[in-house]
């Protein structure tokens, strides 16, 4: 199996250089090779574990808590105007 | 037209809860400052966890059994991964294979059953805004888009229906009904022009004439989605425009590409919107952050013992519990504040024997405030009404006086024989009175000074 | 004596007893980690003026009579740890400059119980690996030997620890961020139960299984932080509302008795020096009065741990991939393109697991097999108290050695990743040396929320042994 390295790094928005492409591409088939042990296990019966604590409905009450500042809100963005956070356009018109 | 439209529908309906649906910041974010609605969880903070609003998910259960969906006792959370602007986290909590509500149905007015697919819970985006802007850096103008994330995180509920419309009246009742279910159950405002409600129709055309369900290999081989239209003029518009749109294609001979396109308001049609083919691999897996919730089936039953009586149903009780027209029935229930005011005051006007019929009336042609009046005291004007005001006979005499000679022409007419004419008096004279007068003593006077005059 | 040196017990005794101010103890471990910090670098960044005024203000409390149980008590805390007002990395690039608006809620219950912050310990960047090596700015090097690795995630943690330049420390782990480097450094560290400590406000790895813990000197200290960190969050949805218990109570109860397991899975390929000295802890127990069992004996069979480097695989990258989506350096940190070469690695292979067509594959597969794994621990925690493995197939490994391994992490932490997989507690103890002079580290593996249990073997064995007196001359 060939793993189409360019199409996952654009589904995860990752820019990859040709040098990393190929390494990861190799480095990816590798890992994979290792994990697909798992085929040996037999799970034909046996049920997913997505959490381990047992939990249910764990849910909150619909009651309004302090928000943050806009000032604090906006503390870390590079680009803020008028109290929004700026992005270059995302809609090409 | 050789074709049959099959066209589905997906809606988006924004909840009024007081908080969002994974934080405790304030939803009502509309008209507010922006960014000033957030706290770690919905900007996205690393290592900030959502928890769920127990509201929000009885109000999906609550619209969900209102379309007469099965219920997922047990549901769970799960992530839908791409990358947008206003997606802070990169994903969005979402229901992906256990929804809360599953396998549901609408009926339309002429009987036609529309299968509702699913109801499930998710969280609405920050709203962008675009704008030119002129940078401080230098002189140059540039294209930006604005955020704000006072949206972000607030509890919206998708509503998915089987391609089981076949035109844009149909998909405007189904809306309409919608919109009047949302607001009985009180779980949402609904309103367009905020954006309570966002469609998103997907069209296709069928070479094979079914009607209504069709099996999966009846579908057709392509799909047109319409993303985010928020009226539904617009929805009517853009659903007529495809299949204008398809059918050229089809005619040629070839088959419209599946894709998803935009409804342009200024030029009146959908427009292509170009999205990158992975944009569409959204890599669902169950949140891990969020314990799956687990409803037993008297939880359900004790929500859907909470839901009010919806539209459909008050409809044929109000026709023929209190004998009124369907155009009456239909006013008196669009709104649940019209119907209930309606009954209360029903229920305050019999002892006085004022009867449905005259409330309905009354409220129809005089389109009281109803949030401003008491059901009883729309009662006590109807009774009111009916009473005949003495009046000073007199001052009577005096009016019509005044109106047979400004009317000189219809004197005449009376007087060559022209009896009808004495209504049209009566009238006049009656118009000078702001408060209803006894008809049968103004025909009686205004003849008799007819005759003497 | 240098204050540092001290454990958190007798830091904490002797500020309650007025032998020495907090300011005094504070001192002592900025003057140590200034001594050592460019050998080591452990930290990130040192918050010594903060940590000055925190001695002095915890100073005016212990005066006024309280008795909060880390008053004045100096820590570090790993950088992945969210700190209002100081700066939040997680040793990478892309949250370089992130100062977080809010506390996670084991800083904010710390900052209650009265902790001074020394400053925060450098780690892999983003905890993705098990070596520091990935830390965009620098490995932490072991205190032991300079030349070695300090292990990882929670490398610089462990090195701070082990180097005394504080008292104690704050870890994470996913598999093996605690265990792994506090057995190459030779201290105690502790993964508490999956849900017992809450993960609001920790930089998230894999959500599944990350789990916060104490990494200190003596068991003892970490029972008594362990008594500060566990506890119902409301802000975490998957913390446990299960009661917390004292967890210093049961420290002294005698292990006379009880039942302890162990696997021959858990001893294949690991390091012969490794190997004597888990035979020799195997001898203190029983002297102890334990029982040793080889689960086997007990018709209990497991799944090569080999298994749980795959399904630990396949959830961390996958889980890893969407966590890590919200670094888009839009409203905080830089974008994408700052992400290191471990963390693209990780995205992608996740990325790719999650993709159309391939979820079954892996990651329902992996879940499948992640029930398999807790379905043996229940069985064996049926049938005896605790389970006791070595907790690395070897001791540290040079500088260099995690380099050009997409998978080094995995491999190094294949003894502790069962039991992260199945969200159970287990703890590090010094258990020897290598011949080289590195430490040797042993843990003690329990059923869920038997903190207190897991802490009583391991306790009782270092009661019986010297190993945690040791101290590295650096």
Redesign the interface.
Known sequence: MKINVQHVAGLAKLKLSKAEEERFSSQLEDTLETIEQLNEVNTDTIEITSQVTGLENVVDQDAVHPSLTQKEALSNAKNTLNGFVVVKAVIEE | MKYTPVIGLEVHVELK???KMFC???ADYFGQ????????VC???????????????EWCIMIALSLNCEINLLSKFD?K?Y???DL????QISQFDLPFGKNGLLTLENGKKIRIRRVHMEEDTAK???QT?TLEAGNHE????????NRSGVPLVEIVTEPDFSDAAEVKEYLQKLQQIVRYLDVSNADMDRGDMRLEPNISLSDLPVTGERKESELPKYKVEVKNINSFRFVEKAITFEIARQEKILDSGKLPPQETRGWNETKNETVSQRM?E?AN?Y????E????????TASQISSIRDRVPELPDAKFSRFLHEYSLSKYDTEILTREKMTADFFEEAVHAGKEHTVSPKQIANWIINKKPNLADVLPASIVKEILQSNQVEVIDEVALKEVIKDVLEKNTKAVEDYKSGKETVIMFLVGQVMRNFKTKIDVALVKTQLLELLTNN | MSLNTLTLKEAATGLSEKEFSSVELTKDCLQRIKETESTLHALVTLTESAALEEARRADELLAAGNTQPLLGIPLVIKDNFSTKGVTTTASSNVLRDYVPPFDATVVEKLKNAGMVMLGKANMDAFAHGSSTETSDFGASKNPWNTDFLPGGSSGGTAASVASDQTIAGIGSETAGSIRQPAGWCGIVGLKPTYGRVSRFGVVAMASSTDSPGPMTKTVEDSALLLNVLAGNDPRDATSSPKPVEDYTKNLRNPIKGRKIGISAKYLEDVDPEIILSFEEAKKVFEKLGATIVDIADLGISILDPKYSISVYTILQRAEVSSNLARLDGIRYGSDRESFGEEAKRRIMLGTYTLSAGYYDAYYKKALKVRTLIVEEFHKMFAQVDCFFAPTSPSPALPIGSSKNHPMFGEMADVLVEPSSIAGLPGINIPAGFSKAGLPIGLQIMGSQFEEASVLNFAHQFETATEWHLRKPTL
């Open positions: 809860t007081a908080s405790r910041c304030s400052k922006p960014n000033t609605h957030t706290c770690p900007l996205g903070l690393p290592g900030a966890l959502p928890v769920p609003n127990a509201k929000a998910i992530r991964n990358f947008y602007p802070p986290k990169g994903y962008l805004s675009h802007v540039e294209r930006v888009s604005l955020i704000d994330f990158k992975e691999d890599r669902y897996f169950p891990p952050d969020i314990p799956p919730l687990h409803h």
